[in-house]
């Protein structure tokens, strides 16, 4: 019965430095869905580490956090234009939006 590579793949290492200039990475790895020993699927998951610290992200967890990134970065971007476009107006001597 073929059992799939258990073994996990990098999806993104991003790494940032401290004040003091020492580095601190988080990591995001993925482990695909499998078959276990019995023959049966398991879903994959992921393992997201933030220095030491590791957490095993199931898909659902996983497609709740992306989701949840996605949508405040849309905010974020919306709410950016319109700052942006606040400043234009003001700028132009047309006041302030209500």
């Not at 199931?58 to 942006?84: D, G, N, P």
Request: hydrophobic share 30%; charged share 30%.
């Amino acid at each position: 019965m073929p059992v799939s590579d258990q073994s996990t793949s990098r999806i993104i290492e991003i790494t940032h430095f401290s004040k003091d200039k020492k580095p601190n990475k988080l990591t995001i790895d993925s482990q695909p869905p499998s078959l276990n020993e019995n023959g049966f699927p398991e879903e994959g998951g992921y393992f997201l580490r933030i220095g030491d610290a590791v957490f095993h992200l199931s898909e659902a967890e996983a497609a709740h956090l992306a989701l949840t990134i996605l949508e405040v970065h849309r905010q974020h971007s919306l709410q950016f234009m319109k700052i942006a476009e606040q400043r234009k107006r003001r700028e132009r001597g047309e006041g302030e939006d209500k």
